[in-house]
């Protein structure tokens, strides 16, 4: 006769498999878990241990590290005096605007603010095409699909929603949400991969994720980050299979969506990491932050090899991104302007004034031909 199992060693056994699974996940075994601790393996010693490894390791990375970038770019022809004004602003946001992406079509934008709404414009003619109202305020994260047929967007909700679009501008889109991604704190940047069914998220929960859209599956989960992550950033290639995130533990790391492993860390800023953007190639990297400096990282050299930084710069910088060629790095700053950095010889080419608030967003089109920026001041100015 089969008789039910006390409850309490029914939830006795159920902790046994929670504890087997959570040794798993972390790669340890069962027989590591019960070891004893060494007389030795006091946590300052553990410290100390890998203060070690980390200074060992930074001298490796030392011992290749034999010329400067600006000293290679020497030779290379300066840029001339170029002029880039405003072309379009775009007015309709109540509040701060907080995040904007590009259309691959290079014409519209979808832009998100602290006042709940979330647009999608059309770059040429300043129409607004959509307006989808969150149930939150702070919409910190918005993003283009690959097609174009959809945005996601989300915030303070800790939640990433995606909304389908349609040409009828009078469809009601909140009726047709759908609610993909769910962290346990705000939702911090967002970036569909090369596709529309999936997407990759970042949060203040310290973690990154990747996503599926129609089921609303946990794919990949990424932990590494010992603080909030700010920022996200998907390879440039089709196949890319890697991204970056910054974050407010200064540090900037490159994951493996396969896998979920961070396959290299660089940990060289003063303060939180705002931005981080891959290099046209997909060799390098820059990263805009709160230190007031902006930093190109190489990859495959494996270490920083360039800082975009003057002594009169003193606010943050938020947002930054590639010229199409790789040759010019734009940085949003908190003192309301953009400053335009030669990317080789690291010098600032050009400074625009324009926004009357800090520049929270920049993104430069798909076709390199324009960028739009995203300010405090409510507004979104197209550049060229």
């Known amino acids: 006769e089969l008789r039910p199992l006390p409850v309490c060693l029914f939830f006795k056994e159920c902790e046994q498999q929670a504890f087997l699974v959570h040794l798993e996940r972390f790669s340890i075994s069962p027989e590591m878990a019960t070891q004893e601790v060494q007389p030795n393996e006091t946590l300052s010693n553990l410290k100390a241990e890998s203060d070690t490894l980390k200074t060992k390791l930074e001298d490796e990375r030392a011992k290749l590290h034999d010329v400067e970038l600006h000293q290679v770019a020497e030779k290379v022809d300066g840029l001339g005096q170029f002029i880039m004004k405003t072309r379009r602003t775009l007015k309709g946001h109540g509040n701060k605007v907080l995040c904007m992406d590009w259309c691959k079509d290079k014409r519209r934008i979808v832009s998100s603010s602290q006042d709940g709404k979330v647009i999608v414009w059309d770059a040429f003619t300043t129409n607004k095409e959509h307006a989808v109202t969150m149930p939150c305020t702070w919409v910190m994260a918005c993003a283009y699909a690959p097609s174009g047929c959809a945005v996601a967007c989300g915030g303070l909700d800790n939640k990433c929603s995606v909304y389908p679009l349609s040409l009828d501008k009078n469809e009601n889109l909140a009726a047709k949400k759908k609610s993909v991604a769910m962290h346990t704190n705000y939702l911090s940047a967002c ?41 996200l950033d998907l390879a440039p290639s089709e196949t890319g299979n890697t991204f970056i995130s910054g974050g407010c533990d200064k540090k900037a790391n490159v994951w493996d969506m396969r896998s979920g492993q961070c396959i290299q860390s660089f940990e060289t800023h003063e303060s939180d990491i705002n931005s981080v953007r891959y290099y046209p190639s997909g060799d390098a990297f820059a990263s805009g932050s709160d230190d007031a400096t902006c930093r190109l990282y190489d990859l495959r050299a494996d270490r920083e090899v360039a800082i975009y930084s003057k002594e009169s710069i003193i606010f943050g910088a938020s947002s930054v991104d590639f010229s199409l060629s790789g040759r010019l790095l734009f940085g949003g700053y908190n003192d309301y302007t953009i400053n335009v950095w030669d990317v080789l010889k690291g010098t600032r080419v050009s400074i625009l004034f324009g926004h009357e608030n800090r520049v929270s967003a920049l993104r430069v089109s798909p076709d390199g031909t324009a960028f739009c920026s995203g300010s405090w001041d409510h507004t979104l100015r197209v550049w060229a």
């Open 191 to 231: 970036s569909f991969t090369n596709s529309d069914m999936q997407i990759l998220t970042s949060s203040g929960d310290g973690t990154c994720a990747l996503w599926d859209v129609e089921s609303g599956q946990l794919l990949q989960s990424f932990h590494g980050h010992a603080a909030d992550v700010l920022c």
